[in-house]
């Protein structure tokens, strides 16, 4: 017998992340590693910690097995309780026959006996794929005060950027008159967060009839949200203020983990009264040898630096040889950068290996050819042999054998 809850949150986190190349080929999306020390699913768990959420549903789908071994029992965020806390849910075999989720509403939709466990008032939809803090607590508040049927919350957007969310348009009590998923030609900037206040009976009702309509593609944004508004449900936008970045792309990615370096950017991760929980690796504290320098940058514990860092976020175990340059960079768990080796405005995955005066990417205002920057990413578990080359914007996911002094020439 499972106590009732008030609030049920399900944490969407099956997304295959293709846009991120070779950093997801192995991994779940919420499970690459973000900020030095968290992964990403760090940040939706934590909030919902902090806010006082006690079931918590996490939808896998695409690679779990690093995402299932990290959340584990859930007793890092405190959401290890006997009868509620975290619960991993994949899809299964039914009586009926299952598929792999087919869209955000059918994974939903095929946990809903998940959900009725806890017979409550209110489900929360999130989404494993952003960082920010939020208390979801303030934005049931305003779910239950303007007696909404949905809430979504929704931040400001550059008008450029619009066409790749799910636009709203409002009424001045915030009522929502109108949504576009993904609009060619957007009519507002407010976005919305992928994240979801739903009252459970609607939710219910609404998830039962997309299911059961053949010509649905069983999506949230493009189907269950224009039918509730179609039908003249209650449906409010909550605004949201601070900051969140969605870190689908190796772009947003790279820029997110800079942002942490920037004291101008208001997402700090050192606050006591909102502290980001992780499944961090009990390590020895970083050592910074004589001659090394470092400037601006994040060290995790167990990372040794012999060599150059600059804007640089490092991870647990890192290794930077003497001689070693590292730049506007993220060097993530155990990765080792050998003597002479130059790295900059780049990704280098777990455990992988840039040997000995290997190039990895490069600044853009050497590069002549705008179109032809970006940031070079190296996939786990790869070597990059010494004297090697990775150009801006490659991914490698293949060991890229040492170049030789003959071949140099």
Not at 133 to 158: E, G, L, R
Request: with cysteine; charged share 20%; proline share 6%.
């Amino acid at each position: 017998m499972f106590p009732k809850q008030e609030v049920v949150a399900m944490l969407l986190a099956g997304g295959q992340g293709s846009r991120l190349g070779v950093l997801t080929a192995k991994l779940a999306k919420p499970a690459v590693p973000y900020g030095g020390k968290y992964r990403i699913i760090d940040f939706p768990l934590s909030n919902c910690a902090n806010s006082g959420i006690e079931a918590v549903g996490v939808l896998t789908q695409y690679q779990p097995l690093v995402l299932n071994e990290y959340i584990g029992s859930g007793q890092p965020w405190d959401l290890d309780s006997m009868t509620s806390g975290v619960q991993v849910l994949s899809p299964y075999q039914r009586s009926r026959g299952a598929d792999w989720y087919t869209g955000t509403a059918n994974a939903i939709y095929q946990n809903m006996n998940y959900i009725e466990r806890y017979n409550p008032d209110y489900v929360v939809i999130l989404s494993g794929d952003h960082i920010y803090k939020m208390d979801y607590s303030k934005m049931v508040a305003f779910h239950k005060q303007n007696k909404a049927d949905c809430t979504i919350a929704v931040i400001d957007v550059p008008l450029a950027e619009a066409s790749r969310f799910g636009i709203l348009n409002t009424n001045p009590d915030g009522s929502i008159y109108e949504f576009d998923e993904k609009p060619k030609v957007p009519k507002s900037t407010k976005a919305s967060m992928g994240i979801y206040v739903f009252s459970w009976d609607k939710l219910r009702k609404y998830l039962t009839e997309d299911q059961e309509n053949p010509n649905s593609s069983n999506d949230f944004g493009k189907d269950v949200l224009p039918a509730m508004l179609n039908a003249g449900e209650r449906m409010f936008a909550y605004e949201f203020q601070g900051y969140w970045k969605d870190v689908g792309t190796i772009d947003s990615l790279w820029e997110s983990n800079m942002d942490l370096l920037n004291p101008n950017v208001p997402l700090d991760l050192s606050d006591e009264n909102w502290k980001i929980y992780s499944r961090t690796p009990v390590m020895p504290p970083h050592y910074m040898a004589p001659g090394a320098k470092a400037q601006n940058s994040l060290v995790a514990d167990g990372c040794n630096v012999y060599g150059e860092i600059d804007f640089a976020v490092l991870f647990a175990g890192v290794y930077i040889a003497p001689g070693a340059v590292v730049r506007d960079s993220i060097i993530m768990p155990g990765a080792r950068i050998e003597e002479g080796a130059v790295v900059q405005y780049a990704i280098v995955s777990e455990n992988a290996v840039i040997g000995k005066n290997a190039v990895v990417g490069m600044r853009p205002e050497d590069v002549q050819d705008k179109e032809q920057w970006g940031i070079a990413v190296v996939g786990d578990n790869i070597t990059v042999g010494a004297g090697a080359v990775v150009a801006p914007k490659m991914m490698i996911d293949k060991d890229i054998p040492e170049v030789t002094n003959d071949a140099r020439q």
